[in-house]
Nanobody, 119 residues
Framework: QVQLVESGGGLVQAGGSLRLSCIAS????????MGWYRQAPGKQRELVAA???????NYADSVKGRFTISSDNAKNTVFLQMNSLKPEDTAVYSC?????????????WGQGTQVTVSS
């Protein structure tokens, strides 16, 4: 079983920055993808940023140039650096990882951390 623990959320003014962290209970080398999703009230969950094994990164158009996803393999941690935050970035941010076991995908989620951006 994989456990993911997020931290770093909070309240920030527009234009400010936050860095989210997601610590995994196992080596992140075992994951095929690692990423961050967010869900705002009344909206569907959306992918914010992801790292695919090999280093390729993907970002939602709305965060390109402002958010950066990275990882620290030694600390089994995935980060999301969020700069130039906007009120529309307000949401619950959740860490997600996927790994394959015997060819089948297994998805794991963190508990989520609230990010609130005031105008």
């Amino acid at each position: 079983q994989v456990q993911l623990v997020e931290s770093g959320g909070g309240l920030v003014q527009a234009g400010g920055s936050l860095r989210l962290s997601c610590i995994a209970s196992v080596s992140i080398f075992s994951f095929n993808t690692m990423g961050w999703y967010r869900q705002a009230p009344g909206k569907q969950r959306e992918l914010v940023a992801a790292i695919i094994r090999g280093g390729t990164t993907n970002y939602a158009d709305s965060v390109k140039g402002r958010f950066t996803i990275s990882s620290d393999n030694a600390k089994n941690t995935v980060f999301l650096q969020m700069n130039s935050l906007k009120p529309e970035d307000t949401a619950v941010y959740s860490c997600h990882v996927r790994r394959f076991i015997a060819g089948s995908p297994y998805d794991y989620w963190g508990q989520g951390t609230q990010v609130t951006v005031s105008s």
